[in-house]
Each structure stands twice: as structure tokens, then as C-alpha cells.
């Protein structure tokens, strides 16, 4: 008699004992999910992009005068790795100016395979009129390393582009203003107080009495005045009293500001009296 077979019963077919396949057939998932959690890595970012840099800060200046809507702020990410060539711009952002006035924010987006990590890189900022008149500009290098990451740059300084740059010799001053007050006082009627900022670099004018003219320097938003002329006759009562308080400040180290869109005048004496004019 032959031996007694024990344990799991057989396959006729296969002589493997029954059960054996499926059993591997459920293993088989198992095994598949152990080897590709062996082959990762959770930490590893290859393949994955470079995180993109982000160049931040504010554009300001220090004359306290209103942009004029209309105008375009334009920052730019430049290539100054070559000394006396057109510096390639890397990025650039163009802000349309309605009624923002400054400080105006300012963000670019750089991609680190656009930098080489020997080259100088810079950003450079200007502000146009709403004629594309260029009327402020960074005048110093903002450097940005190749290999820093993303930077704030804080408040980029402008400065005022010359007259001779601008329009001619022209200023935001040039031309006739009207004085409506003299330290909160308005002028005495049927008077015309008048400051006339000319394209020479001269200021003249007429008190309300007298006519009155000097040279005039702008140094931000000072008002740096030579000795006022003034003519000579009688001015009596209120009218005195407004002539020399119109004086006293403009010889009073004074400083302006322009407002409403450079369609009014306010300048202060070093002491605090103020000075009302408008177009």
C-alpha cells in the first residue's frame, strides 16, 4: 500500500499542494509596496525646481511732492557684471500709478538658472510722468547676491530727475502761483501776493504791495533763497502787516510741499509760519 500522503492536499495537476499560487498572488502586492518604500527617500528633492527668488522693498523719496496720477513706476533686476555696456535686464515690473503715492511697494520674481554666481546684479527704479517724462530715479547700485535667496531691499531712495533732464530747465515749481494765506490768514483783499518760479532759477513776485526778486535754489525741499530785492513803496496797515509775514518766510530757511496733485503750494519758514498758493 502506498505511503499516506499529510499535510495540504495536492494539485493532480501541478503536485504542488493546493492554494500555494494565491497565496502568492496576495503577497505579490506586499512585496512590490516594501521595495519602492525602501527606494524613497521623503527628504529627497531631486528633480524638483529651484524655489524662484523674490526681490522686495518700497520706492520713496524724500521732497515731499505728490505724484500726479497717470504716471508709471518701473523696477528692474539689471546685469551689471560688465562695466560700460548696456546692463541686460533680468526682471522687471511695471507698477501704473492712479492715485498711489509713495511708498510704493515693489516685488520681483527671479529665477536662479537666470544668474550666474560670479556675476553683480542690480536693482534700478524710475518713475515717468503720465507724458513719460522720466521724473525720479535711483541714482546709486542696490546690489543683490547671485547665491543670496530672496532679499528685502527696504525703501529704495529716488531722487528728482535734473531740470535739464526733465523739460528743459523746467521744475515742479516753474510758473506763477497765487497766495491765498499767509500763516492761516488769507491775503488782504484786493491784493495779489504772488510767487512766480522762473525756468533762470529766479523767484519774483509781488507781496501785495510791493514787486519783490531773488535767486532760488531747490535742494530736495528746500528752498535755498538769495537776498530778496523789494521796491519801495508805502504799504500801510493790514497790507504791511501782510507784506512782512510774506517776507519773514521766505527768508526763514523756507522748505515746500507741493499737494493736490502739484496744484498747490505750501511752504513753511523754519520757525513754522506757512504759506498758501495755488495754480
Known amino acids: 500500500m502506498p505511503a499516506q500522503r499529510t499535510g495540504a492536499p495536492y494539485d493532480a495537476d501541478t503536485l504542488r499542494p493546493k492554494g500555494t499560487f494565491v497565496n502568492r498572488l496576495l503577497l505579490l502586492p506586499i512585496l512590490l509596496l516594501s521595495i519602492a518604500a525602501c527606494g524613497s527617500d521623503p527628504d529627497d528633492s531631486s528633480g524638483a525646481g529651484d524655489d524662484v527668488i523674490e526681490i522686495t522693498g518700497n520706492l520713496t523719496y524724500l521732497p515731499r511732492i505728490a505724484l500726479v496720477p497717470g504716471g508709471t513706476a518701473t523696477v528692474t533686476l539689471e546685469d551689471v557684471s560688465?562695466?560700460?555696456?548696456?546692463?541686460?535686464?533680468?526682471?522687471?515690473?511695471?507698477?501704473e500709478l492712479d492715485d498711489q503715492q509713495i511708498p510704493i511697494p515693489f516685488a520681483l520674481s527671479v529665477d536662479p538658472a537666470d544668474l550666474e554666481s560670479s556675476g553683480m546684479y542690480s536693482v534700478r527704479a524710475e518713475i515717468t510722468g503720465a507724458d513719460g517724462s522720466l521724473n525720479w530715479t535711483t541714482d546709486t547700485a542696490n546690489i543683490?547676491?547671485?547665491?543670496?535667496?530672496?532679499?528685502?531691499?527696504?525703501?529704495?531712495?529716488?531722487?528728482?530727475?535734473?531740470?535739464?533732464?526733465?523739460d528743459g530747465d523746467a521744475t515742479p515749481l516753474s510758473g506763477e502761483w497765487t497766495v491765498t494765506e499767509i500763516d492761516g490768514t488769507p491775503v488782504v483783499e484786493e491784493t495779489a501776493a504772488t510767487l512766480v518760479f522762473g525756468d533762470d532759477g529766479t523767484l519774483a513776485g509781488t507781496t501785495g504791495c510791493n514787486s519783490y526778486t531773488t535767486d532760488v535754489e531747490i535742494d530736495g525741499d528746500q528752498l535755498v533763497l538769495g537776498e530778496i530785492a523789494v521796491t519801495l513803496m508805502a504799504c500801510l496797515g493790514e497790507v504791511a502787516t501782510q507784506e512782512a509775514a510774506f517776507l519773514a518766510i521766505l527768508n526763514d530757511s523756507p522748505t515746500f510741499e507741493l499737494i493736490a496733485t502739484n496744484l498747490q503750494l505750501m511752504i513753511e519758514s523754519a520757525s513754522g509760519s506757512t504759506l498758501s498758493a495755488s495754480r
Open 144 to 166: 543683490v547676491e547671485a547665491d543670496g535667496g530672496s532679499v528685502d531691499l527696504g525703501d529704495l531712495v529716488l531722487i528728482q530727475v535734473s531740470p535739464s533732464e526733465a
Open 82 to 95: 560688465v562695466a560700460d555696456t548696456a546692463a541686460p535686464v533680468i526682471a522687471e515690473q511695471t507698477i
